[in-house]
């Protein structure tokens, strides 16, 4: 009898998990695909914004007025045409923690990111292979997708499922608040030295490519820009092969951007 009993248990608890699993999940805007999102955007932002605080004080924000103007006026462009979109299409409540911010830093290393909450980041070494306007709009659309899409809190909730058994983030950070900022920075990877944030996976990789594109002409750049962007990166990377690497290659990256293209231009051309 307690055996048929705590069969019955494990079978209830297995229900639970399954339904708060089932009311997790939420649709990315633009692609439709379902993910996991077991930590409300508010707290995600209120985490980035202290990593976002030491980032900018541990280094040197440009002083290049010219690129810095440049930085900021794609990045308000493309964040207009991300708020104009999403609040017509009913995913209003992505974008409703937002704060946007835009800043250059002194780097070598060609980079960008965007943290939860709209907080963008551009190195000045990249701007070598952005080389213009419609350039540097392949890239922050880029970033700015991944913050759209929520993949840094998609990681996390993946991580807090397998290694917290899902609970509550409140919870996980009362009870083990070094181990919940751990799992923050393996989702997120921001950290306060320039270079070192955590390449995303492939999966979301690709779908930041498809948002960015449609992202960027929205705000009226060419999204023909990318594949000449992804063509000037793969030049100067080395060709490190896929399978070693969570990014996709650059040959696969350019084909899959070239299958989007039709559909992106579609954006452009309605400008």
């Known amino acids: 009898m307690k055996i048929v009993m705590k069969m019955n248990l494990q079978k209830v608890a297995w229900f639970v998990v399954v339904l708060l699993l089932l009311q997790a999940c939420k649709s990315v805007p633009l692609t439709g695909r379902s993910q996991l999102s077991l930590i409300p955007e508010s707290e995600m932002v209120s985490m980035s ?20 103007e440049l930085v900021k006026k794609v990045g308000s462009r493309i964040a207009a045409g991300v708020e ?19 800043n250059l830093v002194d780097s070598e290393v060609p980079n960008a990111w965007c943290m939860p909450g709209g907080k963008v980041v551009v190195y000045s070494g990249i701007l070598p292979y952005t080389q213009d306007e419609n350039g540097l709009a392949v890239v922050m659309g880029h970033e700015i997708a991944h ?25 996980a950070m009362q009870e083990k608040p070094e181990e919940t900022r751990n799992l923050y920075n393996m989702a997120y990877g921001a950290t306060t030295q320039v270079g070192v ?28 820009s990318a594949v000449a962007f992804w063509q000037r990166m793969s030049a100067n990377s080395g060709g490190t092969p896929e399978w070693l690497s969570t990014h996709p290659v650059d040959a696969n990256r350019i084909a899959a951007l070239e299958k989007l293209m039709p559909e992106a231009l579609k954006y452009y051309q309605g400008q």
Not at 197 to 224: C, V
């Open 147 to 171: 913050a759209v899409a929520r993949h840094g809190s998609e990681r996390m909730s993946h991580a807090m499922l397998v290694q917290m058994g899902g609970v509550a983030l409140s919870t």
């Open 49 to 68: 914004l202290t990593n976002y605080d030491d980032f900018l004080k541990a280094n040197k924000i440009s002083t290049n007025k010219q690129q810095t």
């Open 197 to 224: 944030m955590l390449p995303f996976s492939r999966k979301h990789e690709y779908e930041a490519d498809q948002m960015g594109l449609i992202f960027m002409a929205l705000a009226g750049y060419d999204p023909r």
């Open 84 to 102: 104009k979109y999403l609040k017509e299409n009913g995913f209003e409540s992505y974008i409703a923690n937002f704060n946007w911010e835009f």
